[in-house]
């Protein structure tokens, strides 16, 4: 038999040849149809990727909705004036000492 033979045990013999070590992190990828897929990431770990929406082959509806989702929401501020007519009588039965 030939050492360099492409058989089912070359691979358990041979060993990754790269000068830096790269830590892989196990993530599920998600492609916009719903599927997943098992996949590697380096930089950091995360559980599931989720691929974009192509919005060319949405319809019209569909695609004006998601770039509607995407637009910065305005938050309203209420100015309420406050009528602020506190009676500290009503309260001093609270500090009495008894």
Do not use: F
Request: with cysteine; glycine share 2%.
């Amino acid at each position: 038999m030939c050492a360099a033979s492409a058989n089912c045990y070359r691979a358990s013999i041979g060993r990754i040849r790269r000068e830096r070590i790269v830590k892989e992190y196990k993530t599920i990828l998600m492609r916009p149809d719903g599927s997943t897929l098992p996949a590697r990431t380096n930089s950091e770990p995360k559980i599931l990727v989720q691929l974009p929406v192509d919005l060319t082959v949405l319809s019209e509806e569909d695609r004006l909705h998601r770039l509607s989702e995407r637009k910065k929401k305005v938050k309203v501020q209420k100015d309420d004036e406050l009528d602020v007519t506190l009676d500290l009588n009503e309260y001093a039965e609270l500090w009495k000492e008894k």
